[in-house]
C-alpha cells in the first residue's frame, strides 16, 4: 500500500517540482530565524553586547569553514580524473545527495527550534544555537544547490530548476506574514507554537520529498547496473582501468582554485551581495520603527513586511525569462545599475517623501535578493568551468558552493557588526540599551531627529557603496556569452551518456 502510494505521487510530480519544493522546507525556517533572532536575544534574552560582539566573531569563523569543510566530505572522491579509477555516474551523485538531505533537513528543522526558548546563558545560547543552526542549514544548502549542478548542465534546464525553487521559496515567505501577527516580546508563547508548527512541517516536507526522489534515482541506479552486467557477460565495452592516479590533495585543489579568474572575481562581487542582503534583513524592522512607524499603521508596516520577502520570488521567475533572453550576466549587471540608481534617487528625494521611502525600502530588498537567488545560476556555471578545466571525474558542485561560501559568508557576519557600528558611531544610538545615548550628531535646521537621519543615510548610501563594487567586479568577469557556451559543450560532451538524470527534468 506506501509504495502505490508513493509510485503515485512519483507519478504525478516532475523532478523539477520535487526538487523546487526543497526550498520550501527551508525558507518557511530561515525567513522567520533572519527576521527574529537579532530581536530575540537583544530585547527577550537581554543578551550584553560583549556576549553578542564575540558570539558573532565566533560565528563568523565557523559559519566560513563548515562550507569548505563539509564540501570537501562529501565532493573529495570527485576530485581525480576519469583515469583513477572506476566511474561514478551522475544518479549516484545525486542520490548521494539525497541521502544526506533526508538526515540533514529534518535536524536543521530541530536546530531552529533552539533559538526560541531560554536554555542557558544568553551569551552561551546565542553561541552554541547559531553554530548548531548553520552547520545543519549549509548542508542542506550545500546540497540542494550542488543538485542544481548535478541534475542539468543546459542553462534552458536549470533555468526550470530553479523557476520552481523561486515559486516554493515564494510560498515559504507566507510565514513572514503569520509571523508578524503572533510575534510579541511581551508574551513569546504564541510565537512559540507557530515555530513549532513550521518545523514539523519542514521536518515531514524533506523526509516526504527525499524519499521520493530516492526511489526515482534508485530505479535509474539498477537499470544502469543491469546494462552494465549484460554489457560485461557479452565482453563489450571498455575493459577496467588499471592505471591508477593519487586522490587531489585539499593544497593541490586549492591551487587550482586560486588560478580559476572567474571564480575569484565572482566571490569577490558575492561578499558584497550577501553583506547587503543580510544588512537589509538586520535591519528592516529598525528602518521601519524609524522612518515610517510615525507615519504608517502596523497593518501597513506588516504588509510592507511581506512584500519584501515574497516579491523577490515573483520577481526571480520574471528576471529567469530575462536570463533565458539576455543571460545571467547582463540581468546581473542591470540589476546593480538599478540599484545604483534608485539609490541615488532617493538620497536626492530625501526622507521626508514617505511613500516615496515605502517604495524605496521594498524595492531594495526585492531587487537585492532577486540578485541572490540568480547567483545559484553563476556558480553552477563556474561548476562546469572547473569540471572541464580540471578535468574532474564528477563535478565537484557541492564543494565549488563551499567554497564560495568560504569567501562570502562573512559578509553575513559583517552585516549586523558594521550595521550597529555605523548607527552607534553616527547617531550615538545603541541597540543594546534601552534609551540612546547622547547624540553625536546635532538636530539638523529641518527639525530631523539624529536617529531618524543616520537610519537614513544607512539605508542609502549602503546600496550605492556595495553597487558601484559590484560594477567595478562584474566587469571583470568572463563566463558568459560564447565562452560559457563553449564550456557548457565541452561539459554534455564529456557527460552525454551520464546525463539521463536530465531527461527526469
Known sequence: MGRSVCSYWQSVFSTAV????????????????????????????????????????????????????????????????????????????????????????????????????????????????????????????????????????????????????????????????????????????????????????????????????????????????????????????????????????????????SKHRNFMWFVSMNLVQVFHCHFNSNFFPLFLEHLLSDNISASTGSILLGISYVAPHLNNLYFLTLCQRYGVYQVIRWLFMLKLGLSVVMLLAGADHIYLLCIFIASNRVFTEGTCKLLKLVISDLVDEDFVVNRRQQAASALLFGMVNLLTKPGQTFAPLIGTWLLCVYTGYDIFQRAPVKDSVSVSDSGTPPLRLGCFYMLVFVPITCALLQLATWSRFTLHGRKLQGIKSLRQGTQHSSLSDVKAI
Not at 537579532?38 to 562550507?67: H, M, Q
Not at 548548531?132 to 536549470?158: C, E, I
Not at 510560498?171 to 503569520?178: A, K, Q, R, T
Open 18 to 257: 520535487l526538487y523546487g519544493s526543497l526550498a520550501l522546507f527551508t525558507s518557511i525556517l530561515h525567513n522567520v530565524f533572519l527576521l527574529y533572532y537579532v530581536e530575540t536575544f537583544v530585547s527577550v534574552y537581554k543578551i550584553d553586547k560583549i556576549s553578542f560582539w564575540v558570539g558573532e566573531t565566533i560565528f563568523l569563523i565557523w559559519n566560513s569553514l563548515n562550507d569548505p569543510l563539509f564540501g570537501w566530505l562529501s565532493d573529495r572522491s570527485f576530485l581525480s580524473s576519469p583515469q583513477s579509477g572506476s566511474q561514478i555516474t551522475s544518479p549516484e551523485v545525486v542520490l548521494k545527495r539525497l541521502r544526506a538531505l533526508s538526515t540533514n533537513g529534518p535536524l536543521f528543522a530541530l536546530s531552529f527550534l533552539a533559538f526560541w526558548v531560554a536554555w542557558a546563558r544568553p551569551g552561551l545560547q546565542f553561541l552554541l544555537c547559531l553554530c548548531l543552526y548553520d552547520g545543519f542549514l549549509t548542508m542542506v544548502d550545500l546540497h540542494h544547490s550542488a543538485l542544481l549542478a548535478d541534475l542539468a548542465v543546459s542553462a534552458a534546464d536549470r533555468t526550470r530548476l530553479n523557476f520552481h525553487c523561486s515559486v516554493f521559496s515564494a510560498l515559504g515567505s507566507i510565514s513572514v506574514f503569520l509571523s508578524y501577527s503572533v510575534w510579541d516580546k511581551e508574551d513569546f508563547y504564541s510565537f512559540r507554537l507557530f515555530c513549532v508548527t513550521l518545523a514539523a512541517f519542514s521536518i515531514l516536507g524533506f523526509y516526504v520529498v527525499s524519499q521520493l526522489l530516492q526511489q526515482r534515482f534508485n530505479k535509474e541506479i539498477c537499470s544502469k547496473q543491469d546494462e552494465a552486467s549484460t554489457l560485461k557477460e557479452l565482453s563489450v565495452g571498455h575493459a577496467p582501468f588499471t592505471q591508477t592516479e593519487k586522490p587531489i590533495t585539499i593544497g593541490q585543489y586549492l591551487k587550482q582554485l
